[in-house]
């Protein structure tokens, strides 16, 4: 499977973005899918996961509350909707592919990178 992220940008602080991971192939459903972010300097960082059916989800503490990762199997896409951003939410955004039932093994590393969006929160 190839993923491809987008829906990045400009925000203020308090905005909302909805990132989207378009994924290639026939197998997107039988792979957790999940969103990690990178600032410059610091090593790649889980956000969050969604199992292989989308009856599982797991979050990072630091946007628990504040994003919600969903994903359609009919149409190949996993999403990541970001509410009450913050500066520090600033990163470029990849989605990834990892084992179906990732929200239940949260450090487990993924199979497959997609390509990154950027998104930055301005204060």
């Known amino acids: 499977v190839q993923l491809q992220a987008s829906g990045g940008g400009l925000v203020q602080t308090g905005g909302s973005l909805r990132l989207s991971c378009a994924a290639s192939?026939?197998?997107?459903?039988?792979?957790?899918m999940g969103w990690f972010r990178q600032v410059p300097g610091k090593e790649r960082e889980f956000v969050a996961s969604?199992?292989?059916?989308?009856?599982?989800?797991f979050y990072t503490d630091s946007v628990k509350g504040r994003s919600t990762i969903s994903r359609d199997n009919a149409k190949n896409m996993v999403a990541l909707q970001m509410d009450s951003l913050r500066p520090e939410d600033t990163a470029v955004y990849y989605c990834a592919a990892g084992t179906p039932a990732w929200p239940q093994y949260p450090a487990t590393k993924p199979y497959i990178w997609g390509q990154g969006t950027q998104v930055t929160v301005s204060s």
């Open positions: 192939g026939r197998t997107f459903s039988s792979y957790g």
């Open positions: 969604i199992s292989f059916n989308g009856d599982r989800t």
